[in-house]
């Protein structure tokens, strides 16, 4: 399996990190509102595709630009890198935070998107069915919450947290702090996903207790051509969890 290389861009004065493998149309990844669970499960489709994983400003080893406020400053980040990368038209992932991030990229840049894939994706305002208030639960209590069968995810956390381990947790909660204490919910993201019209993948896992697993009937709402697979006895890090939801991404990118 082709690994991951490390490579370094500036994007209007942010140093943006990124990691890339394989060859041939490009797949870009945008993580969630963490970075601890890593992104080694996207190498699986480096056979078929340049798959392209890139830190977001605040999040893991890029830069930061403490204007970045909202979504919008976030699209337009990657639309400045996607044209340092020379990527005219792109498939696109994106788990979580990502989900909400890459959504919005493809209702504002329909255009760009060849294909959409969202993993458990937040910004969805459903008052029967909330998400998790993350800000106001221990950070250690979240971790435990993401996964349904924990050894998943403990196998790629440290037994001894370093200071910077520490560090780097701390200035990701940070970033997303500053994200949501400003713009906690936008009303006006759901209004045009009306322009979200590619080939669209909504995955889940039914036992997410981050976002709640009936956001799906919304989403469907919103983007009615969407292909929305729910697999049992994952939460919210399906991909992690599931192995053949990997597959059935790489099936539907291809």
Same mark, same amino acid.
Do not use: C
């Given at each position: ?10 994007? $209007? ?33 480096? $056979? ?12 893991? !080893? ?19 890198? %996607? ?26 840049? @329909?255009?760009?998107?060849? +294909? ?9 305002? $459903? ?21 349904? @069968?924990?050894?998943? /995810?403990?196998? +790629? ?50 036992? $997410? ?27 919210? /890090?399906?991909?992690?969890?599931? !192995? ?7 099936? %539907? /990118?291809?």
């Amino acid at each position: 399996m082709t690994k991951f290389v490390r490579e370094e861009y500036t994007v $209007d004065g942010v140093k943006t990190v990124l990691h890339a493998a394989g060859s041939g149309e490009p797949v870009v990844v945008f993580h969630g509102a963490g970075t601890v669970d890593g992104f080694d499960f996207a190498e699986e489709w480096a $056979d078929r595709f340049r798959v392209i994983v890139p830190y977001h400003p605040g999040f893991g !080893q890029s830069g930061d630009d403490p204007t970045f406020t909202d979504m919008h400053d976030y699209v337009m980040h990657y639309l400045g890198l %996607f044209d340092l990368l020379a990527i005219d038209r792109v498939r696109l992932v994106g788990v979580s935070l990502g989900g909400w991030l890459a959504a919005q990229f493809a209702s504002e840049h @329909n255009d760009r998107v060849k +294909k959409l894939v969202l993993i458990a994706p937040a910004g969805m305002i $459903d008052p029967l069915h909330p998400p998790l208030d993350i800000l106001s639960v221990p950070g250690e209590q979240v971790v435990g919450m993401l996964v349904s @069968n924990f050894e998943v /995810l403990k196998r +790629k956390l440290p037994e001894k947290p370093s200071i910077d381990f520490i560090a780097d947790r701390y200035r990701e909660a940070t970033t997303l702090a500053r994200l949501w204490w400003e713009h906690p919910f936008d009303p006006k993201f759901v209004r045009h996903l009306k322009r979200v019209t590619m080939p669209t993948m909504i995955l889940w896992g039914n036992e $997410d207790k981050i976002v709640p697993v009936q956001q799906t009937a919304l989403w469907q709402q919103h983007i009615p051509q969407a292909d929305i697979r729910v697999f049992e006895g994952a939460g919210h /890090l399906v991909h992690l969890e599931k !192995q053949e939801s990997v597959a059935a991404i790489g099936d %539907f /990118l291809a």
